[in-house]
T-cell receptor, first 112, second 117 residues
Framework: RKEVEQDPGPFNVPEGATVAFNCTYS??????FFWYRQDCRKEPKLLMSVYSSGNEDGRFTAQLNRASQYISLLIRDSKLSDSATYLCVVNTVAPRDDKIIFGKGTRLHILP | NAGVTQTPKFRVLKTGQSMTLLCAQD?????MYWYRQDPGMGLRLIHYSVGEGTTAKGEVPDGYNVSRLKKQNFLLGLESAAPSQTSVYFC????????????????FGPGTRLTVL
């Protein structure tokens, strides 16, 4: 199993729809998780941190499922401006073996 | 505040040449990181630093060296560039966490596009 895995997409979704994607991770000891957004030829920018209790920011909801080792991102009422690549990040702190692993990203296209 | 800046923005090298990429941050962050991003490979960590004077290897450190002589700067060096090092290089920084999770939100620079011929 890869350390961090995402469906590369693309997800082609009509404007106004709800879309969800997951990110699976292999190390059960991983401690912190994030979703980043990256626009074409730009740097990644933090979208949301992911907490065990789940968190919501406007149209975006992030969830962590430790038992099944995945995090999810839900986008409601999608906008054209949501078109981007979404990267998950999984961080693991271990003695002399810290790991910061980015997923390869999921491409999202919102269709007018 | 400028955030995280990277110089140069673009560079073309010939095989065997050397160069240094400079990353600077003005947010007083403890941690700094260098990544490379290649099509289909995602972002991969090259080296990182958890404080001035300290560095550590990431996932793909071979062929690169780094230095963190000042807290605000993190340098990435290529001693003898190879075509396999053609990539987009991103620098990032984050504040230190008192929690066990340690790694927090990273702020990225705009990237350096490097081509090695």
């Amino acid at each position: 199993r890869k350390e961090v895995e995402q469906d590369p997409g693309p997800f082609n979704v009509p404007e106004g729809a709800t879309v969800a994607f997951n990110c699976t991770y292999s190390n059960s000891a991983s401690q912190s998780f994030f979703w980043y957004r990256q626009d074409c030829r730009k740097e990644p920018k933090l979208l949301m941190s992911v907490y065990s209790s789940g968190n919501e920011d406007g149209r975006f909801t992030a969830q962590l499922n430790r038992a099944s080792q995945y995090i999810s991102l839900l986008i409601r009422d999608s906008k054209l401006s949501d078109s981007a690549t979404y990267l998950c990040v999984v961080n693991t702190v271990a003695p002399r073996d810290d790991k910061i692993i980015f997923g390869k990203g999921t491409r999202l296209h919102i269709l007018p | 505040n400028a955030g995280v800046t990277q110089t140069p923005k673009f560079r073309v090298l010939k095989t065997g040449q050397s160069m240094t990429l400079l990353c600077a941050q003005d947010m007083n962050h403890e941690y700094m990181y260098w990544y490379r991003q290649d099509p289909g490979m995602g972002l991969r960590l090259i080296h990182y630093s958890v404080g001035e004077g300290t560095t550590a290897k990431g996932e793909v450190p071979d062929g690169y060296n780094v230095s963190r002589l000042k807290k605000q700067n993190f340098l990435l060096g290529l001693e003898s560039a190879a075509p396999s090092q053609t990539s987009v290089y991103f620098c990032a920084s984050s504040y230190a966490s008192e929690k066990a999770e340690k790694y927090n939100e990273q702020f990225f620079g705009p990237g350096t596009r490097l081509t090695v011929l």
